[in-house]
T-cell receptor, first 110, second 112 residues
Framework: SQQGEEDPQALSIQEGENATMNCSYK?????LQWYRQNSGRGLVHLIL?????REKHSGRLRVTLDTSKKSSSLLITASRAADTASYFC??????????FGQGTELSVKP | DGGITQSPKYLFRKEGQNVTLSCEQN?????MYWYRQDPGQGLRLIYY???????QKGDIAEGYSVSREKKESFPLTVTSAQKNPTAFYLC???????????FGSGTRLTVV
């Protein structure tokens, strides 16, 4: 079952611009996580936000969580070509297992 | 350095053959997971284990089997009952509690 749904499915921007990706989910969660995947590679954990948190920052990343709307957003500021990757949200609902969304494919053009 | 190792990187399976994908971690993580990823898709959970000698089915367990005899190791067998096994397989591990997962670099399985 897919819990998280990312929007947009694909995003193309110029270097230096900000990139915003959104994630919606269906059931109550303990936490929500964002991951990055370069083509053909494993996923890399970016940030975890707990259900009682509204916003979290890590370097150029800013994540928000709105549990009333069951949605989260990932903002990457001042994008670089090296940020080109797929980004996934994942929700930890129960049993300690993460359920992943379909992902947003980000392309940052130099 | 601690990490999670998947092998082989590429694997070819003939029709009717069982194959085993290896996943080893030296992070002292309690929980381990197997996910399947199809092209352009998200990850779907196959099996997971939160403690040695115990594991649970995920959303797409049919045609797969696992074992967890050691904390460090969580091999996945793709059996002949899995009719569409061509995919990218990812193994992950994590500590107990609210922590991010550490992923391996994946095994790409192709049926020939």
């Amino acid at each position: 079952s897919q819990q998280g749904e990312e929007d947009p499915q694909a995003l193309s921007i110029q270097e230096g611009e900000n990139a915003t990706m959104n994630c919606s989910y269906k059931t109550s969660i303990n936490n929500l996580q964002w991951y990055r995947q370069n083509s053909g590679r494993g996923l890399v954990h970016l940030i975890l936000i707990r259900s009682n948190e509204r916003e979290k920052h890590s370097g150029r990343l800013r994540v928000t969580l709105d549990t009333s709307k069951k949605s989260s957003s990932l903002l990457i500021t001042a994008s670089r070509a090296a940020d080109t990757a797929s980004y996934f949200c994942a929700t930890d609902a129960q049993g300690g297992k993460l359920i992943f969304g379909q992902g947003t494919e980000l392309s940052v053009k130099p | 350095d601690g990490g999670i190792t998947q092998s082989p990187k590429y694997l070819f399976r003939k029709e009717g053959q069982n194959v085993t994908l290896s996943c080893e971690q030296n992070l002292n993580h309690d929980a381990m997971y197997w996910y399947r990823q199809d092209p352009g898709q998200g990850l779907r959970l196959i099996y997971y284990s939160q403690i040695v000698n115990d594991f649970q089915k995920g959303d797409i367990a049919e045609g797969y089997s696992v074992s967890r005899e050691k904390k460090e190791s969580f091999p996945l067998t793709v059996t002949s009952a899995q009719k569409n096994p061509t995919a990218f397989y990812l193994c992950a591990s994590t500590r107990t509690g609210a922590y991010g997962y550490t992923f391996g670099s994946g095994t790409r399985l192709t049926v020939v």
